[in-house]
């Protein structure tokens, strides 16, 4: 049975408003004693890696609601598996909070680190699965796609899932080398995605 899209947009647009709230709330005004230069350094410093995670958690969050946007605003109906695999998605984006204070307090610890692209990957699978499902599988979606158009975003889907879970294992290799793949990523999946789709509405 296929419902209504209405309940589905508004519970995710509801969700994502309440974890990026929650993203915030981790970061606490730091304790400064003194009026001088120094103290103000010393007091905001800790704060430096819990902000940058905060920074990065926000945009990624945001790319995942934009991309999640646009497959919803596509299809016309649902039913009862794409609302599972939609919770399933909303399930893995509701734990970038705690990855990221975790991460923001332990920055070289390989464990705490490899959860974050992990965490990625698996939200990246079950958004490509919702696409999948929506756009090739089913006609919930208007399929005007071509085989090539369709084959090409699930390998682009599926490449950036194994390099997450790659950038995961690297984390026990060198930290550095897992946060540096973590910021370089958007310049390789997002921003050709933005610049494809605006492309598109000059057209």
Not at 84 to 97: G, M, S, Y
Not at 135 to 158: E, G, I, S, W
Request: glycine share 4%.
């Amino acid at each position: 049975m296929t419902t209504s899209k209405n309940r589905l947009e508004a519970f995710s647009d509801g969700m994502f408003s309440i974890i990026l709230t929650i993203l915030v709330l981790e970061l606490h005004a730091p304790e400064i004693h003194g009026h001088d230069w120094g103290s103000f350094a010393r007091g905001v410093a800790p704060m430096v890696p819990k902000f940058l995670a905060f920074v990065f958690s926000f945009f990624l969050l945001a790319t995942f609601w934009v991309n999640h946007h646009h497959i919803v605003h596509a299809i016309q109906r649902v039913d009862a598996k794409l609302l599972w695999l939609n919770v399933a998605f909303l399930f893995f984006a509701c734990l970038f909070p705690f990855l990221t204070a975790f991460i923001g307090d332990n920055p070289t610890n390989p464990w705490v680190v490899a959860l974050f692209p992990l965490n990625m990957a698996c939200d990246a699978l079950v958004l490509g699965a919702l696409w999948k499902y929506a756009f090739v599988d089913t006609d919930l979606a208007p399929n005007t796609l071509t085989p090539a158009q369709k084959k090409r975003r699930m390998r682009t889907d599926n490449a950036a899932a194994l390099i997450n879970l790659v950038n995961a294992g690297l984390a026990f290799v060198w930290v550095p080398i897992t946060l540096a793949v973590l910021v370089i990523m958007p310049l390789f999946f997002v921003v050709p995605q933005m610049v494809s789709r605006a492309g598109q509405l000059e057209e």
